[in-house]
């Protein structure tokens, strides 16, 4: 078997990997309560896989109410050594037209009502995401989803906003003026836990829509947005199967970017101020660094 764990969390319309030889179903309770669904273990050819659906099955839970700590928990404490994330999103930019994938490499975070950190009051962490994706793991995603057939656009902004409701107009022209690319609802803050939990992270955003920034364009309406989705889903599912092909040839080895020790240099608060109870809680996630 391959030494890479992936972690795959599936977004609006992906809800299984195909492929995915002796799965095995895990239900866990975390620390920080039940994922989004029962996790799926297998693997595709050597290449050992765990799957999320995001929103659980029958797309029950919306982007604000996904239990983003338990879910990054999960995968963490299930072994994954790196996490991609499939995500539907619309488009702020003309070049970015609906069917075509974005390995995002960068986020601004518009989101108001979520847990944001594993850390707090009695455990204190500053991690940097000045770099909030693995180049790494991005690069082998998109050329997989490029073998799969996908045109795949290399970087991007990714704004993350509340939701449940679309954008606005006037929101929407103002996010293409701060420069961003696409616009979805949950990749932060999942992309911030998994940095937290040392984890690579990387993310490939499926257009299915032109924002509603558009004049001459029809506003978003879940209908257009189903039927690309569609189309999006099946490259998708095809790239994770090139995706594993490559990687059980490509021995993994520590991110470049010093991810899986991004934690060495985080904990501010003094151990003999630490609250026993948040230390007990970060078993999985801060294990590492915390044990030492």
Known sequence: MSNWVIGVI?????YEIDGLENAEPVSLTTPWGDPSDTLIKGHVGAVEFVFL?????????????????????ALKRLGCTDILSISACGSLQEQYAPGEFVMVDQFIDRTIARDKTFFGPGMVAHVSVADPVCGRLSQLAGDAAASAGAKVHRGGTYLAMEGPQFSSRAESHM????????????????????????????TMAMVTDYDCWRADAAAVEVTNVLEVMAANTAKAKAAIGQLAATLQDTPRTPSPQGIETCLDYALITAPDARD??????LDAVAGRVLSA
């Open 10 to 14: 599936g977004g609006s319309g992906l």
């Open 53 to 73: 659906p995001r929103h659980g099955k029958g797309h029950r839970l919306t982007p604000t109410t996904v239990p983003y700590r338990a879910n990054i928990d």
């Open 175 to 202: 996010y293409r003026a701060w420069g961003c690319d696409v616009i979805g609802m949950t990749n932060m803050p999942e992309a911030k836990l998994a940095r937290e939990a040392e984890l690579p992270y990387a």
């Open 276 to 281: 026993p109870g948040i230390l007990a809680k």
